[in-house]
């Protein structure tokens, strides 16, 4: 099976601190994502990478920035926390491809106060 | 474009009844149909996937899904509920024109005793 594994379940964070999430897959898929889910919103891409050092802008790139150095990690930073990042962040990956499911990990809850 | 519309924000439904959750999509190409479910506090898990062949899928939890091309629907149904199956319910579309799916705004299933 595939796992995902998200850093952190829970993090509660300043406004203006530098805020990192990270991410780590064990199946050496090519492809990895950052969502942000908020009520009624559904998920929200914000970045993605489909190979190391590569990076592609989503939906909702705005304050954020990743950072892909080895194929299995992916990390969003948050470059400096305001009270609207305070959401559930979810990490996925999957096989190159457009039609391959992606695989989640179980989301990190951040609050920026 | 690609998009999925979830029309039901919540499904309310009694314990062993039946259930239909709706997703239409719109893509001028040949798509890819998934349906993801989200457990409290946890990441999403794929429950089915469209890519080709029988329209019909099916779960090991006995959800089946329909992918009606004219209809441009991928509709979620189970004969009988359970208690368990209580949860958000996610479609997502792909097409070869994208690297990413794009995600319905999810419906939240409630079954009650």
């Known amino acids: 099976d595939v796992k995902v594994t998200q850093s952190s379940r829970y993090l509660v964070k300043r406004t203006g601190e530098k805020v990192f999430l990270e991410c780590v897959q064990d199946?050496?898929?090519?492809?990895m994502f950052w969502y942000r889910q908020d009520p009624g919103l559904g998920l929200r891409l914000i970045y993605f990478?489909?190979?190391?050092?590569?990076?592609e802008k989503g939906d909702i790139p705005e304050g954020y920035s990743v950072s892909r150095e080895k194929k299995e990690r992916f990390s969003l930073i948050l470059e400096s926390a305001s009270t609207n990042q305070t959401s559930m962040y979810l990490c996925?990956?999957?096989?190159?491809?457009?039609?391959?499911?992606?695989?989640f990990g179980d989301g990190t809850r951040l609050s920026i106060l | 474009a690609q998009s999925v519309t979830q029309l039901d924000s919540q499904v309310p439904v009694f314990e062993e009844a039946p259930v239909e959750l709706r997703c239409n999509y719109s893509?001028?190409?040949?798509?890819?149909l998934f349906w993801y479910v989200q457990y409290p506090n946890q990441g999403l898990q794929l429950l089915l996937k469209?890519?080709?062949?029988?329209?019909l899928v099916e779960s090991i939890n006995g959800f089946e899904a329909e992918f009606n091309k004219s209809q441009t629907s991928f509709h979620l149904r189970k004969p009988s509920v359970h208690i368990s199956d209580t949860a958000e319910y996610f479609c997502?579309?792909?097409?070869?024109?994208?690297?990413?799916?794009?995600f319905g705004k999810g419906t939240m299933l409630l079954v009650s005793p």
């Open positions: 199946m050496d898929h090519e492809n």
């Open positions: 997502a579309v792909g097409n070869s024109g994208y690297s990413t799916l794009t």
């Open positions: 996925a990956s999957s096989l190159y491809g457009f039609n391959q499911p992606q695989h």
């Open positions: 469209y890519l080709s062949g029988s329209t």
């Open positions: 893509s001028s190409v040949s798509v890819y």
């Open positions: 990478s489909y190979d190391v050092k590569m990076k």
